[in-house]
Every structure is written in C-alpha cells, then in structure tokens.
C-alpha cells in the first residue's frame, strides 16, 4: 500500500508556473505508475498527465500538453508535476494517483489504487 501527499499548489496569475509535488511513503514507489488528475467545480475529474515506473513512458492530457511536465525522482518517492503558461481554465484541485499496475487506459484514472488528497491550484486572469 502507498499514501500519497501532494503539495505546491496555490495562487498564481495567467501566465505563471508552479511545481507540484507528490511524496509517496510505503513500499516500492518505483514499480508504481503514476498519474495526475484534476477536478474543477461542478466538473469531472480529468487527466492530466501520466508516467511510467521507470520515467521512459509518458502521457499527457492535449488541454496541457507543451505546458506541464511529468516526471519523477524514485530515490526521493516523489513525482512531480511542472506547470508553466498557467491560465484560468487550469484552477482545479489536482491529485495525485498510483497504480501498482499498467493502466489499460490511464485518461480514465479506473486503474490507479491509491489517491492523495489533493492540492488546489487556482490561475487568476
């Protein structure tokens, strides 16, 4: 079993960046994919981005790509997500997830075990 605790979230202006963080504890972080999701008021959790459990496959959601970029540090269990270029239509609480298998189909999130919290993110224009 994994706990995950996200934080970096916070108040930025359209245009601005921020780094999300995702400290995981328990066993085997590294044979965990991982994945970021998002969930605005009044809307569905959405996809953000995805990463293998070595780092050599990633994934993103076209409303974010060319913008944030996934990665992780398996000796600090901890992924990350960089976010730059931020506009408005980004606020959302942003979450972090683990699957301690290969999602099938990860834009679903179905298939990651474990979630944080989440951390919220909010773009003023």
């Known amino acids: 079993q994994v706990q995950l605790v996200e934080s970096g979230g916070g108040l930025v202006q359209a245009g601005g960046s921020l780094r999300l963080s995702c400290a995981a504890s328990g066993r085997a972080f590294s044979r965990y994919f991982m994945g970021w999701f998002r969930q605005a008021p009044g809307k569905e959790r959405e996809f953000v981005a995805t990463i293998s459990s070595s780092a050599i496959y990633t994934s993103y959601a076209d409303s974010v790509k060319g913008r944030v970029t996934i990665s992780r540090d398996n000796a600090k269990n901890t992924v990350y997500l960089q976010m730059s270029s931020l506009k408005p239509e980004d606020t959302a609480v942003y979450y972090c997830?683990?699957?301690?298998?290969?999602?099938?189909?990860?834009?679903?999130?179905?298939?990651?075990?474990?979630w944080g919290q989440g951390t919220q993110v909010t773009v003023s224009s």
């Open positions: 997830a683990a699957s301690s298998g290969v999602p099938s189909t990860p834009v679903l999130g179905t298939d990651f075990n474990y």
